[in-house]
């Protein structure tokens, strides 16, 4: 019988919070991937790189919201239970508020796992997966981003402007190409055509003038005709390279292991950049994977209090409250500690004890209410 009701209770807080979560994961998304957006209007990417680098973004977005829908969730049910007298089942058959806590930390470490597993391989894995879209994308829409009377540098060492352009018709156009070290060049033109498919796109100048400024800072210039200006060697100016949080965590305890014995040299660990000048970083990305899902269990103890009051007391809402505030703040301090883990080594120490910390005094302030009520 204890077996079946708890597992009543487990199923209605999974299915509560993975509607929560899932709820809560799209809004957020929803927000996001209109700022993405900018990876077509402003980068020149194709619709598909935008819907492909948005959609794996989820599990980032999951990740840091199931720490909150886990809360809400437990917090939501047991109140709900309270306010029905369904709390009166356990009770009756002899199951005791301690190991009904007991059993609920045992579904928090499980939820926890989960949140571990999430942070410490997944999100890396598919934020990394994304970034690969942004790194083999062609800038499919970088034509239709060239304007009339506006300096475009859109992509990486070009820069286009143009008085006039009718579909990809253009008139008076001049560019600035830098892509060659240490020399750059000039191109005025009457008139031109974007030209080409997806694979391969080019602009057909007419009747126009090149200036080059060379290494040894010399000026060349010779006319021409007609000339093709290829833009299928550039590249976007969105970030390509891999950032913290879209690297291996296996990855990120290498460098931090090295760093560890040797502060002074720079090296690469899988594409990683590895220097003193991350150390902080590093520190709160691989604190952010470990130690955050240790809040689970500890907003686990903290929405349970609400089973020690009887929703019969008077005061029963206000304590609701409370727990609640109480719960909302840890979530905030979680964030938070992101931060000041790496602010020095006492404030890191601190920062690191204190969920085990918190969990333990929660614990023990639920033991020491319960003889209370």
């Not at 060492?157 to 060659?180: G, Q």
């Not at 709160?284 to 686990?300: A, F, W």
């Amino acid at each position: 019988m204890k077996k079946t009701i708890f597992n009543n209770l487990f199923n209605e807080v999974t299915l509560f919070f993975l509607i929560c979560s899932l709820t809560l994961t799209l809004i957020v998304w929803i927000i996001q991937a209109v700022n993405f957006v900018d990876i077509i209007s402003e980068d020149g990417h194709s619709i598909a790189t935008y819907f492909s680098y948005a959609i794996l973004n989820i599990p980032k977005i999951y990740s840091k919201l199931l720490l909150l829908s886990f809360f809400l969730s437990l917090y939501y049910i047991l109140g709900v239970y309270e306010d029905k007298n369904q709390l009166i089942i356990f009770w009756v058959n002899g199951i005791t508020k301690i190991e009904f806590l007991n059993k609920l930390i045992f579904l928090s470490i499980i939820f926890a796992f989960f949140s571990l597993i999430l942070s410490f391989y997944i999100v890396p894995f598919t934020q990394d997966k994304a970034r690969s879209f942004i790194r083999s994308s062609n800038l499919d829409f970088f034509p239709s981003l060239i304007k009339p009377k506006k300096f475009i540098d859109t992509v990486e060492n070009l820069t286009i402007f143009l008085d006039e352009k009718k579909n990809f018709s253009m008139k008076k156009i001049l560019i600035k190409d830098s892509s060659i070290s240490g020399s750059s060049q000039l191109i005025i033109s009457k008139s031109g055509n974007i030209v080409g498919n997806d694979q391969n796109k080019y602009l057909s100048l007419d009747d126009g003038i090149i200036i080059n400024y060379g290494k040894d800072k010399k000026f060349t210039s010779f006319n021409f005709e007609q000339s093709n200006f290829n833009l299928n060697k550039y590249k976007t100016k969105t970030t390509i390279t891999p950032k913290i949080q879209e690297t291996k965590s296996s990855t990120i305890i290498k460098c931090l292991k090295k760093l560890n014995l040797d502060m002074s040299k720079k090296t690469f660990i899988d594409k990683l950049s590895c220097q003193k000048s991350f150390l902080k970083n590093l520190i709160q990305e691989i604190y952010k994977r470990t130690i955050l899902p240790i809040y689970v269990p500890i907003l686990c103890i903290i929405a349970s209090l609400v089973v020690l009051k009887s929703s019969n007391n008077d005061k029963f809402k206000n304590f609701k409250i409370k727990v609640f505030l109480i719960g909302i703040i840890v979530i905030i301090f979680s964030q938070i500690s992101i931060n000041t883990i790496s602010i020095n080594i006492n404030a890191g120490i601190v920062t690191l004890c204190l969920p085990f910390i918190l969990l333990l005094t929660s614990y023990l302030f639920f033991l020491n209410k319960n003889k209370k009520f």
